[in-house]
């Protein structure tokens, strides 16, 4: 009974709390039945969300709760003192505090590896990084953390950048702050969105927490069929296809063909946006069901015409962060051409930091920001703006979505891949090492993997009014074909489910 109680409440680094396990649904059915008893009234209801969410947290990341405790009461604090001060000069220093102490933190778990590893090789040093959290943790808690490693706190990334919009957003006077320091670190720590997001900002979530719960049975019906939805993506698509495939060909690309390589470029494309976008369509979903709205986070991205669109129609919520709080902060396009093309440049070569600390995530996030700049620049000069054939115009949009769509696939691989090396190796076997002849064996080879990547494709492609003309037939549908529809999509999730659970792959950032 002891070690049953252990599970359930205690962090486990092998075992942490993910959509995709049993655990979580257990835990969110007994959470939804005290919730039936309170939603009534929001005070209480904000104060067992609030617990609920840190609870969570706890569950998924361990004793780096904290750190989400501290960029709370900072940002909380922060936001309450540049409301109530008539100097801008005080609210400048407010601001530079949040966002220093923020960033700071970020960069501390984020980036520490890198910049020693840098200033090692640069100045010849021997310099190592130290857990400073595990060391304190341990003097005062008596644990015994290894404190010569830093692990990157589960899903810090997302939280900072929310919790910073808060801030600057007040300063900016867009806001006003937050009186109650529940309904703040509820809006920071909600645990649909936590780890993953969507980035949520305060102006869209915080009038929810004063408005009364409702939950119509559309909404009920279109909440089960995003949660539904979001497993089928991540649990059947995305996690056969990175198991029987796509691990295999980045670990070792050397050993695979051109042809398989480029392969496991497009099924990474397909495995990434599923992994991603189910996410969200889980967190939106449970989220719905608790009586909230979160921004949508994906529109079929890989329908994209040019890179501009792609970013418009990918992990949306980060792109217009950077484009509110980073673009424009550097000025936008407002100080000249040249200078709107260097700050989109320097937006996404940030932006691919944001990713991860290592060169191959800044030249990823430099090759989107040099394909803005030249978007840009043929918007301007482009010959077939001004085109009137029906004909012409259809097919332009077609080349134009296949060579975006190669692009995003292509810069992908510098994304997924191991380092550098593994990049250089990935290029060689495609233009250099195809193997045509081997192509027919490896079809057959890998028939389940391709005929799930090619349904994932065309699912992907179909047009959005048919897309939401089954959404809303299973929104209208009776409780028991909801019912039945459970039953099965539980039942091919079951058949496709690995031995071990996979990590949501934005967990990493």
Same mark, same amino acid.
């Given at each position: 009974m002891y070690e049953q109680l252990k599970t359930i409440f205690l962090y486990h680094e092998d075992?942490?709390?993910?959509?995709?396990?049993?655990?979580?649904w257990g835990f969110f059915f007994v959470i939804y039945l005290f919730y039936s008893l309170l939603y009534k009234k929001n005070n209480w209801r904000n104060i067992y969300l609030f617990a609920i969410s840190l609870f969570f947290y706890y569950k998924s990341g361990g004793y780096f709760f904290s750190l989400l405790i501290i960029s709370t009461l900072v940002d909380y604090s922060m936001g309450m003192l540049i409301g109530k001060s008539t100097s801008s000069a005080k609210k400048k220093i407010y601001l530079i505090t949040s966002v220093i102490l923020n960033l700071s933190l970020l960069f501390y778990f984020k980036y520490s590896y890198f910049i020693i590893d840098s200033i090692n090789q640069l100045f010849h040093t021997n310099f190592e990084v130290v857990n400073l959290l595990a060391e304190w943790t341990n003097a005062i808690a008596g644990t015994n953390f290894n404190v010569s490693d830093i692990i990157l706190p589960v899903g810090i990334s997302f939280y900072t950048f929310q919790s910073l919009s808060y801030t600057i957003d007040v300063y900016r006077g867009k806001l006003q702050p937050v009186k109650s320091i529940i309904d703040f670190g509820f809006f920071i720590s909600f645990f649909p969105q936590l780890v993953a997001g969507p980035i949520v900002r305060a102006s869209e979530f915080i009038p929810q927490l004063l408005q009364k719960y409702k939950l119509t049975k559309q909404q009920f019906g279109h909440a089960v069929f995003l949660i539904l939805n979001g497993l089928l993506?991540?649990?059947?698509?995305?996690? +056969?296809?990175s198991i029987n495939f796509v691990?295999?060909?980045?670990?070792? #690309? @050397?050993?695979?063909?051109?042809?398989?390589?480029?392969? /496991?470029?497009?099924a990474y494309a397909i495995q990434i946006y599923c992994d991603f976008s189910g996410y969200t369509d889980i967190a939106i979903g449970v989220a719905l069901l608790l009586g909230f709205t979160l921004p949508i986070n994906f529109n079929s #991205?890989?329908?994209?015409?040019n890179i501009t669109d792609f970013w418009r129609r990918w992990h949306i919520s980060l792109s217009t962060w950077l484009k509110d709080y980073l673009y424009i902060s550097l000025g936008g396009n407002k100080k000249g051409r040249i200078r709107t093309y260097l700050n989109l440049l320097i937006t996404m070569l940030l932006g691919g930091l944001w990713h991860g600390a290592s060169i191959k995530f800044i030249v990823w996030g430099g090759l989107h920001g040099v394909a803005l700049?030249?978007?840009?620049?043929?918007?301007?000069?482009? #010959?077939?703006?001004?085109?009137?054939?029906? +004909? @012409?115009?259809?097919? /332009?949009?077609?080349?134009s979505i296949i060579i975006t769509f190669h692009f995003v696939v292509l810069t992908w691989i510098y994304f997924r891949a191991l380092d550098i090396d593994s990049i250089n190796i990935i290029f060689r076997k495609i233009f250099y090492d195809f193997q045509w002849n081997m192509v027919p064996q490896i079809i057959?080879?890998?028939?389940?993997?391709?005929g799930l990547l090619l349904f994932a494709f065309i699912i992907h492609w179909l047009p959005a009014s048919f897309?939401?003309?089954?959404? /809303?037939? +299973?929104?209208?549908?009776?409780?028991?074909?909801?019912?039945?529809?459970?039953?099965?999509?539980?039942?091919?999730?079951?058949? +496709?489910?690995?031995?071990?659970?996979? #990590?949501?792959?934005?967990?990493?950032?």
């Open positions: 075992s942490p709390m993910l959509f995709s396990s049993f655990f979580f993506k991540k649990m059947v698509i995305s996690d +056969f296809i691990d295999r060909i980045f670990e070792d #690309p @050397l050993a695979y063909t051109g042809f398989e390589n480029l392969m /496991g470029a497009y #991205p890989y329908k994209a015409t700049m030249f978007h840009k620049i043929w918007l301007k000069i482009s #010959p077939f703006k001004k085109i009137k054939s029906a +004909f @012409l115009y259809i097919s /332009g949009r077609i080349i057959v080879s890998y028939a389940m993997v391709f897309k939401e003309y089954y959404r /809303g037939m +299973f929104i209208k549908s009776p409780i028991y074909v909801k019912a039945i529809t459970v039953v099965l999509a539980v039942f091919i999730i079951m058949q +496709f489910k690995t031995s071990a659970l996979q #990590p949501f792959i934005y967990f990493q950032f």
